[in-house]
């Protein structure tokens, strides 16, 4: 079961279908899986083999597509990493992943100098950047490939059981983790998506986010089960996301929340020119319902949610369930369970909230190098994410919030989530995030922070007052507003609350 294996499917099989789009470039399977093969066995060439781990700290470009085949073809564990990355950050990551050889690009040359020294694997000639003006102590890509064959490299004895890639955590909620993926896993990504998507040979799929999270893998797995079109932009910008999917007729995208708002409110937005989309996902964190409605009356019958987890449960609310249970994640994954615990293990009845756990085939095995985390991540075979929600009579999971973000105020739980529904349908308003902070009386109190729309005039006590009027109790009431630019966010996209949180500790 190497995955590795579907590019030269296809390539043999219906070559001259379109493969992947980026910029200009637009290339066929035959096309394209002759420069994975030249990559691949240029690997082979410098000693890279089943088992070596690879780094890629990279932009998104036809290049990394390579590398992730390129890589499974020959059985490498491929690490995928930010440019976004500081230098303490790189040098713990490829330490800790086992990193042997490192593709990356001049622009980040600097910062894979100042770490190099420090890392134990890395051969002095096995620093790889793709592009041009490649500096001194750097082996260009071109020159790392040249001469390699286009032929299909030998096979790699590659088992089902065997490491595809170790993706860590966006650290959204504490430190970086290395999480495994297998092959098997992989092919579980490819099958149960791309059934889920609804996803044919005929399809075009555009992903405008960075390719570096495992979020991407919804998409990049069942693209090339099936043998569709993957359009891939350099990055996220709303309006070029607008003007390709037009051009392209893209079927099928993934956006996280933050994308999704953005790409609604470009002065562009015109349904008369998506119509080609059969699909528009949302990943990485709730869409709140003010913005998950206005979605759907644009663009009915295509939107999709997915909850999950980088260690592998996931829950999927399907188009044509969005009208009964639009304020729900959907109902788990094909060959997922879930179920909802309380703090003693017990499994709760229909409606009553407490920790979400699944299980499933696209599972982690666990956490690179820790057993002790992956332990108390995975009990009796069940995930326990550290979410709290609660399964209807229908089995569907409505989520309430993160079990890290929930504030205890006064002995009361509360959920920000329920307060930043309420913060985001006022109309000024385009993202929010509540947290909490110590309070010596109630314990803890929670804070609002928000985005405004452009030329909103309204001040944030006023949409203070007006969310604390609309709360359902006093104990939910915000003791303070703050108005940001923006959001932090990781490479993912997601909104670093933490970060927000400790700016504003420091401010106070």
């Given at each position: 079961m190497n995955i590795g294996y579907l590019p030269a499917l296809h390539a043999r099989y219906r070559g001259d279908h379109l493969a992947v789009v980026f910029g200009n470039e637009r290339l066929s399977y035959r096309e394209f899986n002759a420069r994975i093969n030249?990559?691949?066995?240029?690997?082979?060439?410098?000693?890279?083999?089943?088992?070596?781990?690879?780094?890629?700290?990279?932009?998104n470009c036809i290049e990394l597509l390579e590398l992730y085949w390129a890589a499974a073809k020959i059985g490498a564990v491929v690490v995928p990493s930010s440019v976004l990355l500081q230098e303490s950050g790189l040098r713990t990551l490829l330490n800790?992943?086992?990193?042997?050889?490192?593709?990356?690009?001049?622009?980040f040359a600097d910062t894979l100098s100042n770490v190099r020294g420090d890392t134990h694997k890395i051969d002095a000639d096995a620093w790889i950047l793709i592009g041009d003006d490649v500096p001194n102590g750097f082996i260009s890509y071109q020159s790392f490939i040249g001469g390699a064959s286009s032929d299909e490299p030998p096979d790699a004895g590659v088992q089902p059981s065997d490491p595809y890639n170790i993706v860590y955590s966006?650290?959204?909620?504490?430190?970086?983790?290395?999480?495994?993926?297998?092959?098997?896993?992989?092919?579980?990504?490819?099958?149960?998506?791309?059934?889920?998507?609804?996803?044919?040979?005929?399809?075009?799929?555009?992903?405008?986010?960075?390719?570096?999270?495992?979020?991407?893998?919804?998409?990049?797995?069942?693209?090339?089960?099936?043998?569709?079109?993957?359009?891939?932009?350099?990055?996220?910008?709303?309006?070029?996301?607008?003007?390709?999917?037009?051009?392209?007729?893209?079927?099928?995208?993934?956006?996280?929340p933050s994308q999704i708002i953005s790409f609604m409110n470009s002065k562009r937005f015109d349904t008369a020119k998506l119509q080609s989309l059969e699909m528009i996902q949302t990943l990485g964190a709730p869409l709140h319902l003010e913005h998950k409605q206005r979605l759907i009356d644009a663009?009915?019958?295509?939107?999709?949610?997915?909850?999950?987890l980088t260690e592998?449960?996931?829950?999927?609310?399907?188009?044509?369930?969005?009208?009964?249970?639009?304020?729900?994640?959907?109902?788990?994954a094909r060959f997922n369970e879930c179920k909802i615990i309380d703090d003693q293990g017990n499994t709760l009845p229909p409606n009553a909230p407490g920790e979400i756990c699944g299980r499933g085939p696209m599972m982690t095995p666990g956490y690179y190098k820790r057993p002790d985390l992956t332990?108390?991540?995975?009990?009796?075979?069940?995930?326990?994410?550290?979410?709290?929600?609660?399964?209807?009579?229908?089995?569907?999971?409505?989520?309430?919030?993160?079990?890290?973000?929930?504030?205890?105020?006064?002995?009361?739980?509360?959920?920000?989530?329920?307060?930043?529904?309420?913060?985001?349908s006022h109309p000024d308003v385009i993202e929010a995030a509540v947290f909490g902070i110590p309070d010596d009386k109630w314990g803890e109190t929670p804070v609002g922070a928000i985005v405004l729309k452009t030329n909103a005039t309204v001040s944030p006590?006023?949409?203070?007052?007006?969310?604390?009027?609309?709360?359902?109790?006093?104990?939910?009431?915000?003791?303070?507003?703050?108005?940001?630019?923006?959001?932090?966010?990781?490479?993912?996209?997601?909104?670093?609350?933490?970060?927000?949180k400790a700016s504003y500790l420091g401010e106070c």
């Open positions: 030249r990559l691949a066995n240029g690997l082979l060439r410098a000693g890279v083999s089943k088992g070596n781990h690879i780094a890629t700290i990279l932009p800790n992943s086992d990193t042997e050889m490192v593709f990356s690009t001049p622009a966006s650290g959204t909620t504490g430190e970086p983790k290395g999480i495994i993926h297998t092959h098997e896993v992989r092919a579980w990504y490819c099958s149960i998506f791309a059934s889920a998507w609804r996803m044919t040979p005929e399809s075009i799929v555009m992903h405008a986010g960075s390719i570096v999270f495992n979020g991407s893998f919804l998409t990049l797995m069942p693209w090339m089960f099936v043998g569709c079109t993957y359009v891939l932009l350099p990055s996220f910008d709303a309006d070029s996301v607008l003007d390709v999917i037009e051009q392209e007729h893209v079927s099928h995208t993934i956006m996280v663009l009915p019958d295509r939107f999709y949610e997915l909850y999950g592998g449960f996931m829950t999927i609310l399907d188009k044509v369930d969005v009208p009964a249970k639009m304020a729900s994640v959907g109902s788990p332990a108390d991540a995975i009990r009796d075979g069940w995930l326990h994410t550290g979410d709290i929600g609660y399964l209807d009579e229908d089995g569907y999971l409505y989520l309430v919030d993160r079990k890290k973000e929930m504030i205890i105020s006064g002995g009361v739980n509360v959920y920000p989530r329920d307060i930043e529904e309420i913060a985001v006590n006023d949409i203070q007052l007006w969310i604390n009027d609309k709360v359902e109790a006093k104990f939910q009431r915000l003791s303070d507003l703050i108005v940001l630019d923006d959001f932090p966010r990781n490479v993912a996209g997601k909104t670093l609350k933490r970060d927000i």
